[in-house]
């Protein structure tokens, strides 16, 4: 079974930095896309950044300049570097996951719990 774990988030101050990671467990025969997502109070859930098996990256608007997707293949990890943060940045954090759990097995969506990420001023 295919887990996602996420770490790091908390509060920090308008303008700071902070950082959040993943980590994949269980069977993952291939990863396609892996990345983040987030979610504010009373907003649906959006886009802040994926990365697929290409290294291609896709940025959310609002986060592009200032978040930075990495990924080890090796510890099957990715974490999101999030610099210049606002307001609005505060959201809880999901990772996610697109990937077959066997190479047979149709591709899958697979998200974390969440981390809460809070920015005050």
């Known amino acids: 079974q295919v887990q996602l774990v996420e770490s790091g988030g908390g509060l920090v101050q308008a303008g700071g930095s902070l950082s959040v990671s993943c980590a994949v467990s269980?069977?993952?025969?291939?990863?396609?896309?892996i990345g983040w997502y987030r979610q504010a109070p009373g907003k649906q859930r959006e886009l802040v950044v994926t990365?697929?098996?290409?290294?291609?990256?896709n940025y959310g608007d609002s986060v592009k300049g200032r978040f930075t997707i990495s990924r080890d293949n090796a510890k099957n990890t990715v974490s999101l570097q999030m610099n210049s943060l606002k307001l609005e940045d505060t959201a809880v954090y999901y990772c996610?996951?697109?990937?077959?759990?066997?190479?047979?097995?149709?591709?899958?969506?697979?998200w974390g719990q969440g981390t809460q990420v809070t920015v005050s001023s």
């Open positions: 269980g069977s993952t025969a291939s990863i396609k896309t």
């Open positions: 990365i697929s098996s290409d290294t291609n990256t």
């Open positions: 996610y996951l697109k990937a077959r759990s066997r190479w047979y097995d149709p591709e899958a969506d697979y």
